[in-house]
C-alpha cells in the first residue's frame, strides 16, 4: 500500500522520547517506524537516539530494538538479519538508524561488511553534520563552512574539506539501493522508505536532518531547513538503484544561499567569499552527479 503524507498509518512506534525541540532524527524515526510497522527489528548505535530513545522506564520505541556499540551498527543488522533467515521469517524489517558520526566515520568499516554480506537490512543515516551528541564536533559529514566545537569552518582552520560522499560509497559496494532525502520534504522521503523495505540485499539511506540544538536555529525551522536545503542545491535528492542513478529533483534555478545559511549559529562567521566558495562546491557537484546520470544511463 502506498503511504502518503495525508494517509499515514495512526499507529506511533516512537513516542514519549526526550529528544531536543525540533530534533530531525526523531522525526525521521517515526515516520520510517510508520512505513516500516510494528515488525521492525531496530538497531541504533550510541548517539543521540539512543540517548533519547532508551531511558528506563520511559523508553520511546515500542518495536524490538537495541542499542549497537557505536562502531558496531552494520554488524548487529547482518546478525539480526542472518537470524530472521535462518528461522525461515521474511517478513521482519531489520532497520539500523545511526548518525552521520556513526556512518561515516566511527562506524564505515562496519558498514561496509554489511553491504558485502548482502544482508536483507535497511540503514539509514541521519544526518545532522556533527557529533551532536558527545559536543558537537565535527564529522566527516559535516560541510565546509559549518563551525562546530572542533573547528572554525573556513580555509585553513582544520576543517576545510567537503562532506564524505556516501552514497558513492554505497554504490561502489554494488548495493541493489542507496538514496538521498530530507525531513522537509516528506512526500520523496516516504516513497524512499517504502522502497527500501522492497529491496532483497541491503537498503541505504542519507538522509538530512537539522539539528537545532548543535546549529544554533530555532527549533521551529527545522523542516524549513529540510526544504530550503534541497531548494537551495546544498542537498541533491537522488537514487542509485540497480546500478543507475536518477536525480529526484533538479530546481529549475538554485534559491540564494541566504535562504538556507541565515539563522544558523554555526554559520554566522562566514564571508562573502566563503559564501561563494560553497556555491562553486555546490555547482560542481551538481554537474558530477549530471555526469554520473549520463555514464550509469
Known sequence: ?????????????????????????????????????????????????????????????????????FAATGAVLSGLAAAIRAKGITDIPVVGFAGDGATADIGLQSLSGAFDRRERIIYICYDNEAYMNTGIQKSGATPWGAKTTTSIGRAGSGSFGPKKDLIKIAAAHGVPYAATASVGQPADLLKKLQKAAQIDGPAFLHVFAPCPTGWGCKPDQTIKLGKSVVDTGLWPLIEWENERLTINRTPPRFAPLSEYIDGQGRYKHLQEEDLIAISNARDTRWKQLQSWVRESS
Do not use: D, T, W
Not at 506511533?12 to 512505513?35: D, M, N, P, Q, Y
Open 1 to 69: 500500500m502506498k503511504i502518503s503524507i495525508k494517509h499515514l498509518p495512526e499507529e506511533e512506534f516512537f513516542v514519549g522520547h526526550k529528544a531536543c525541540a525540533g530534533c530531525g532524527g526523531s522525526l525521521l524515526i517515526r515516520l520510517a517506524l510508520k512505513v516500516f510497522g510494528p515488525n521492525s527489528h531496530v538497531v541504533i548505535p550510541a548517539g543521540c537516539m539512543s540517548a533519547v530513545g532508551f531511558i528506563y522506564p520511559q523508553m520511546a520505541l515500542g518495536v524490538n530494538a537495541m542499542i549497537a556499540p
